[in-house]
């Protein structure tokens, strides 16, 4: 198949799954694994990439709020205190992204992984809404240092793939007290730098040996991407205001479960 259908396909797919707490790279994984998307180090950096385009589209559809938080940084304001908890989420997963990013990347970057992850994370779900579910909302700024550090260490789940970022986030900010959508925009702002980082790191690894196709693709991929998690982001949070994150935790179970049985699969048929 061509680089570039491969590239429309995983944007799409990108940009319905980021924030939908059901992971965004495992899908990449899974769906590049059966369209034969093996690139190799180009793979793990188109990844990043696209996922900073629906990064991206968290910033355009908070622009103003955004805006509004620049003009207010200053210490004792309101955008000063919401970049700090942002930023002393951020931290945590930063550090340990840094140091074992290369042994993620080699060992951790399969459907087998993706699979046993999207189960964990499925019976965590259900586990920690069944337990901390019906909190008071209360705004992003309003959340304490201290909640934001736990937080901030309950994203670094999703350092394996399959677990989710905005899963593990969401987790997070329930168990200490947030509601499910106050969460959900929290992780979306958490995101923004998370992903900014990780897309430049693997930039600064990556670039220098891509090829004029391949940037193509990159671009196809990362325009896609931010278009549809656009349109994914208003929906996801109104569904959140109505419902419950059962019906993500099952799906990932289908999907985890589906998965293992077809890798078992795959595995008979070399042997």
Partial sequence: MDLIIKAIILGIVEGITEFLPVSSTGHLILFGHFLGFNEGSFKILFYVVIQLGAILAVVFYYRKRIWESLKN???GQWGFKLWLIILIAFIPSAMLGFLFNDYIDEYLFSPLTVSIALIVGAILMIIIEKKFANRDSEDITDISKRKSLIIGFAQCMALIPGMSRSASTIMGGMIVGLSVKVAAEFSFFLA???M???????LLKGFAAMSTTEWVALAVGFITSFIVAFIVIGKFLEFLTKNSLKVFAHYRLVVGFIMLILIAFEVVKLV
């Fill in 73 to 75: 940084i200053r210490v």
């Fill in 196 to 202: 900014f980082a990780a897309t430049g790191y693997s």
């Fill in 192 to 194: 923004i730098p998370t």
